[in-house]
């Protein structure tokens, strides 16, 4: 299965975890397996705004064969307000600073001013959408521009630019776990994820700001040897739930796949609405960039994020 396909839905069935008990504290439940209902009164299966946003910003790069800003927001507009790019034609799900930008957005503002640019404007929006980006050739402005149309501040676009990182050593087929042993990258807001080897889970926060889902998403990935195991120890973080398991399934589809015995089960893909429309997106998306990403310029890539 392609890669992009195992990342892209390794964050949708997180997701779909992690939906039904959005918010509730830690250790007043324990989830093992898919299920329906709960916070948002969604049947089984049911994917919110992290999928909806990153299926929203893969089809616009799929279709155009490039990122562009414009596009880009016209896609997160259809979600908002038409309820494209969801599993049931429903937004049940959305954070308001998203929400403002996008309203920035359809009030007239160029698409690079609409992301909220305050210190309290770092929520986890732009980090659970910025997956996609791992695919293609792109520069470290792209992903701070990409990440600014809702989120602007300088702490969220880092973590978008950290997640891809990780991501890009995955791709690369290096051990992941390494990346959090370079002290010279995680720095300022993130220097603790150079201690994820030794943190326990009570030292882990799961809550909405960037920081903490990162940090959560990472902590879980290198604390498990399998997709399963990844994501539903997100999800049973509490808090944040879609969003953390999101973030983290997304790079634990990319690392297990969907093919092996660690990778994703078939019962939850199964579960999924529009899944073969998901996949339909990916194998698209994946073919318009197959002869353009050939990852030789992951190295200078990689040079760059020695200035953060």
Not at 22 to 31: A, G, P, S
Not at 187 to 207: F, H, P, Q
Not at 231 to 243: E, F, I, M, Q, S
Not at 255 to 265: F, Q, V
Request: charged letters at 25%; one cysteine or more; glycine letters at 6%.
């Amino acid at each position: 299965m392609s890669k992009v396909y195992s990342a892209i839905m390794g964050l949708v069935v997180g997701d779909a975890l992690g939906v039904p008990v959005e918010f509730q504290q830690r250790d007043t439940f324990k989830i093992t397996d898919m299920i329906g209902y709960g916070t948002y009164r969604q049947p089984a299966g049911t994917w919110s705004d992290d999928s909806s946003l990153t299926l929203a910003t893969m089809e616009s790069i799929s279709r155009l064969g490039k990122i562009d800003l414009s596009d880009i927001m016209q896609n997160f507009y259809k979600w908002l307000h038409k309820a494209e790019f969801t599993p049931f034609q429903n937004v049940f799900d959305y954070g308001m600073t998203t929400y403002n930008a996008i309203l920035h957005y359809v009030q007239g503002e160029a698409p690079e001013n609409c992301g909220g640019k305050e210190i309290m404007d770092n929520g986890n929006g732009a980090l659970m959408r910025i997956l996609p980006l791992a695919f293609i050739p792109h520069s470290d402005d792209d992903i701070y521009k990409v990440a600014g149309l809702t989120h602007a501040h300088e702490i969220s676009q880092r973590a978008c630019y950290l997640y891809l990182l990780v991501a890009k050593y995955i791709l690369e087929g290096k051990d992941f776990r390494m990346i959090f042993e370079k002290k010279d990258i995680w720095k300022k807001e993130y220097s603790r994820v150079c201690e994820i080897k030794y943190l326990k889970r009570e030292d882990i926060k799961s809550s909405g700001y960037v920081v903490d889902t990162l940090e959560a998403a990472f902590w879980c990935l290198y604390h498990t040897d399998n997709y399963s195991d990844c994501v539903l120890k997100a999800v049973n973080l509490g808090d944040d739930t879609d969003t953390v398991a999101a973030v983290a399934g997304g790079l634990a589809g990319l690392l297990y796949s969907c093919d092996s015995d660690k990778g994703i089960p078939d019962k939850w893909i199964s579960q999924i609405p529009r899944k073969e429309w998901i996949k339909e997106l990916c194998n698209e998306f994946e073919n318009k960039f197959k002869q353009k990403n050939s990852y030789k310029w992951y190295n200078e890539f990689l040079n760059k994020f020695k200035k953060i």
